[in-house]
């Protein structure tokens, strides 16, 4: 009897062993501390509004390959903005300027590393130089709208300024929404509120400063991403000489097309088929 005992003793406490040896291994392989060799490198900037968990040491990446790591993280005295020190393998130094540069989580829940997509400018970004533009990590909620269609709005560490719209009707557009142009983002909804005098809805749209060539005569429209997606404003540049400035107001608007009046729009008009069928009808 005590052969079989002692079998199955052995068998579990080698179960237990190579379970604790799997968690090590993938431990190592999801950890910020996996692969911390690096050969020459330089360093660049990059400020985050949140950085979320991410850690000293943690992998910087360009399309999922490691090419250097996180050298340190420090609180801006000036600005609640977090300065994120990148250090980029040397074999890595031809980085676009423009380059966007976001924190990650691998997997659902593991460590958090920053993530470079490469931009188009011509220009490199240089030993000590900063990258503008950033994502900083995002909260389960933004996530969610991501998934809704509602997109990522890119940290404006750089400065924005405000202009207003005025929409008879804004749909579900709430603060935080993005703004965008040609279908890039370049800032966000700021506050949305009904005018007591005007009778309509106010909306205030903090643009990023690079995007400071928008003519006064662009259009500012309503929309929602997809089927049932989030809604956010597109604007429409139009061809004055005269840029929009901090402060101005948006005269062409187009305010939110309800599902109702788009189902009463077909009804009412038809499909262009039907048109097409009822005039060859007449003839």
Same mark, same amino acid.
């Given at each position: 009897?005590?052969?079989?005992?002692?079998?199955?003793?052995?068998?579990?406490?080698?179960?237990?062993?190579?379970?604790?040896?799997?968690?090590?291994?993938?431990?190592?392989?999801?950890?910020?501390?996996?692969?911390?060799?690096?050969?020459?490198?330089?360093?660049?900037?990059?400020?985050?509004?949140?950085?979320?968990?991410?850690?000293?040491?943690?992998?910087?990446?360009?399309?999922?390959?490691?090419?250097?790591?996180?050298?340190?993280?420090?609180?801006?005295?000036?600005? !609640?903005?977090?300065?994120?020190?990148?250090?980029? !393998?040397?074999?890595?130094?031809?980085?676009?300027?423009?380059?966007?540069?976001?924190?990650?989580?691998?997997?659902?829940?593991?460590?958090?590393?920053?993530?470079?997509?490469?931009?188009?400018?011509?220009?490199?970004?240089?030993?000590?130089?900063?990258? #503008?533009?950033?994502?900083?990590?995002?909260?389960?909620?933004?996530?969610?709208?991501?998934?809704?269609?509602?997109?990522?709005?890119?940290?404006?560490?750089?400065?924005?300024? #405000?202009?207003?719209?005025?929409?008879?009707?804004?749909?579900?557009?709430?603060?935080? #929404?993005?703004?965008?142009?040609?279908?890039?983002?370049?800032?966000?909804?700021?506050?949305?509120?009904?005018?007591?005098?005007? *009778?309509?809805?106010?909306?205030?749209?903090?643009?990023?400063?690079?995007?400071?060539?928008?003519? !006064?005569?662009?259009?500012? #429209?309503?929309?929602?991403?997809? *089927?049932?997606?989030?809604?956010?404003?597109?604007?429409?540049?139009?061809?004055?000489?005269?840029?929009?400035?901090?402060?101005?107001?948006?005269?062409?608007?187009?305010?939110?097309?309800?599902?109702?009046? *788009?189902?009463?729009?077909?009804?009412?008009?038809?499909?262009?088929?039907?048109?097409?069928?009822?005039?060859?009808?007449?003839?």
């Amino acid at each position: 009897m005590s052969q079989p005992r002692s079998s199955y003793a052995v068998g579990t406490g080698l179960f237990i062993v190579l379970g604790f040896a799997a968690l090590a291994y993938l431990a190592t392989q999801t950890s910020s501390v996996a692969n911390v060799h690096q050969g020459d490198s330089y360093v660049v900037d990059a400020q985050f509004t949140n950085i979320g968990q991410l850690k000293e040491r943690a992998p910087v990446k360009i399309a999922g390959v490691r090419v250097g790591q996180v050298q340190s993280i420090t609180l801006r005295a000036d600005h !609640d903005v977090a300065d994120v020190k990148l250090s980029i !393998d040397k074999g890595y130094d031809h980085i676009p300027l423009d380059s966007v540069a976001t924190i990650f989580t691998s997997g659902l829940l593991g460590d958090q590393y920053v993530g470079i997509e490469y931009g188009s400018s011509k220009q490199a970004v240089a030993a000590g130089g900063t990258l #503008a533009r950033t994502k900083s990590t995002q909260p389960l909620e933004e996530m969610l709208g991501k998934f809704f269609g509602a997109g990522g709005v890119v940290d404006n560490v750089g400065g924005s300024y #405000a202009v207003k719209a005025g929409f008879s009707n804004v749909g579900t557009l709430s603060a935080g #929404a993005p703004v965008k142009m040609a279908g890039v983002v370049i800032g966000s909804v700021q506050s949305v509120h009904a005018d007591p005098v005007k *009778l309509n809805a106010q909306v205030v749209l903090s643009i990023d400063k690079r995007y400071n060539a928008i003519p !006064d005569d662009s259009s500012a #429209a309503v929309f929602t991403s997809g *089927l049932i997606g989030s809604q956010y404003v597109a604007i429409q540049p139009g061809g004055s000489p005269e840029m929009l400035k901090d402060g101005d107001e948006m005269i062409l608007t187009q305010s939110a097309m309800q599902l109702e009046d *788009l189902i009463g729009k077909f009804l009412v008009n038809g499909s262009p088929s039907d048109k097409k069928d009822a005039g060859n009808g007449s003839k």
